[in-house]
């Protein structure tokens, strides 16, 4: 097998993996961690919008079904407030092409898990308002510190591809959630969503033909996301390929 694709295997195996585990029975059990860390990801990106657009970050909570609230310290406007709704579905992707981007090799690989445990543990510690989710996601952030400080870089290089990968399909997968008339956050429905803030703030109307325009919209993103990040890995596995080549 040649160095790329040797390379390229913990990504192909990681896309796999979660793909496939979505489909059966048992696989949202074995991903649930990731479930909770993307919606970290989704909560964290919507933290962001709001420190950016000037409506502050308060807190966020992540409830044991996967869900999760970022709340902002004061009311924004309409700009702002589609600017924040449209951050969570749109962020979380991103997050996952630039941990692709950082984990190019086995030492980037455990600079991000690194990154990530701090992150986890501080978001833990200073963000999290409630019991579950500040458990959940220090308990997170410890074991990547851990997973990085064993001398297994390949295990790394698998890890941090699978956490990238998590982060691209499992943003697909939440946005799903978009197209049901009701939406489950904390086990309460609910019948807001991030689809609907950005129907009301674009088209001044939460009509289903409106809130499925953003899903589709968001659906559509993701998948950009997804396609160019791989395309990205592929263009620099084939720069490495060529390099070694023209050593030999």
């Known amino acids: 097998m040649s160095e790329r694709d040797d390379s390229l295997r913990p990504l192909a195996l990681a896309l796999v993996a979660s793909v496939l585990l979505w489909q059966v ?12 860390f993307g919606t970290w990801l ?49 962020g979380a992707p991103l997050w996952g092409a630039a941990i692709l981007a950082i984990a190019r090799d086995e030492r980037g690989a455990r600079r991000v898990l ?22 959940a996601l220090g308990v997170t952030g410890v074991g990547f510190l851990l997973l990085a400080a064993i001398p297994r870089p390949r295990w790394h290089l698998a890890l941090a591809h699978l956490v990238a990968a998590q982060a691209c399909i499992g943003a697909l ?18 019948r807001d969503s991030d689809a609907h803030s950005m129907a009301l ?28 990040a791989l395309w990205r ?14 050593g030999r």
Do not use: C
């Not at 000037?54 to 709340?71: K, T, Y």
């Not at 690194?114 to 458990?135: H, M, P």
């Not at 997968?173 to 978009?178: A, C």
């Open 25 to 36: 029975p048992f696989g949202a059990y074995l991903l649930y961690p990731f479930k909770l």
């Open 42 to 90: 989704h909560e964290g990106s919507h933290a962001i919008a709001m420190l950016g657009t000037g409506a502050g970050f308060a807190r966020m909570q992540i409830f044991r079904d996967g869900s999760g609230l970022a709340l902002a310290l004061r009311p924004s406007g309409p700009t702002a407030g589609a600017f924040i709704a449209a951050a969570g579905y749109m």
């Open 114 to 135: 690194v990154a990530l445990g701090l992150l986890l543990g501080a978001t833990a510690l200073a963000s999290i308002a409630n019991y579950f989710g500040q458990v």
């Open 173 to 190: 997968v939440d946005i799903r959630v978009l197209y049901r008339p009701n939406l489950v956050v904390d086990g309460k429905v609910v």
């Open 201 to 228: 703030a674009s088209f001044g109307t939460d009509a289903n033909w409106a809130v499925w325009l953003w899903a589709s919209i968001w659906l559509a993103w993701s998948l950009g996301i997804l396609f160019f």
């Open 233 to 246: 890995v592929r263009q620099r596995m084939n720069r490495v390929s060529g390099s070694l080549l023209s």
